[in-house]
């Protein structure tokens, strides 16, 4: 079965230093990826999404994420955060026909001035 | 991408009521989903809204608990029976554009609190 794990439930950088969040899928097919994030009180709104494409995926926002199918992973990178990238991140793999999502439990990122 | 709509978009409700949730799309789409986000947790697929015939339910949750319509392909509505303070999340709606690549657009969400 289809599974999402996001290896940190909580991310603290400090501004104008990178981000990474990490995210591993399990699949027995290479899936639909996406970062979407969550503003407090605010709708999920998509960062970028992996589709069979290019493995290195740009996103809105100064947002990036590679897929690497060795790993099983779409990690999220940022190289210098800023105070308003704080926010819930979730990394989501797309069921193939089915348009389902499997979301992961998310990332809490905080950004220290 | 599409422009989603919810109403209402926050509530407070006594246990053993119901509340309907509506959402609107500005243009036609071909697939209509329901998320449950509980307090401080990710998003879980309640169901696919299917237009003119009866929704697909995960498993977990049954139509009795979350019976769902959707009479055409812009609008959807959940309803939360016979609510309980475990009932209490934020419940959005998602859809998927014709010819989109699998993304799904959410809305703004429906924060249901109950008493």
């Known amino acids: 079965a289809q599974s999402v794990t996001q290896l940190d439930s909580h991310v603290s950088v400090s501004e104008g230093t990178p981000v990474l969040l990490r995210c591993n899928y399990s699949?027995?097919?290479?899936?639909?990826l996406f970062w979407y994030v969550q503003h407090p009180n605010k709708g999920l709104q998509l960062l970028l999404k992996?589709?069979?494409?290019?493995?290195l995926v740009k996103g809105i926002n100064g947002f990036e994420a590679e897929f690497k199918k060795s790993e099983t992973s779409f990690h999220l990178t940022k190289p210098s955060a800023h105070m308003s990238d704080a926010a819930e991140y979730f990394c989501?793999?797309?069921?193939?026909?089915?348009?389902?999502?499997?979301f992961g439990t998310g990332t809490r990122l905080k950004v220290l001035a | 991408s599409a422009v989603i709509s919810q109403k209402p978009s926050r509530d407070i409700c006594q246990r053993g009521t119901s509340l309907t949730i509506q959402c609107q799309v500005d243009?036609?789409?071909?697939?209509m989903f329901w998320y449950r986000q509980q307090p401080g947790q990710s998003l879980t697929l309640i169901a696919t809204?299917?237009?003119?015939?009866?929704?697909?339910?995960e498993s977990g949750f049954v139509i009795d608990k979350f019976p769902i319509s959707r009479p055409n392909l812009t609008f959807s509505t959940l309803t939360v029976s016979n609510m309980s303070p475990e009932d209490s999340s934020i419940y959005l709606c998602?859809?998927?554009?014709?010819?989109?690549?699998?993304?799904?657009?959410f809305g703004p969400g429906t924060r249901l609190t109950v008493t």
């Open positions: 998602s859809v998927v554009s014709s010819g989109s690549s699998y993304e799904q657009y």
């Open positions: 699949s027995s097919y290479s899936p639909s």
């Open positions: 992996y589709t069979s494409a290019a493995t």
């Open positions: 989501v793999a797309g069921s193939s026909g089915t348009y389902k999502y499997i």
């Open positions: 243009s036609q789409v071909t697939m």
């Open positions: 809204a299917n237009q003119g015939s009866e929704a697909t339910y």
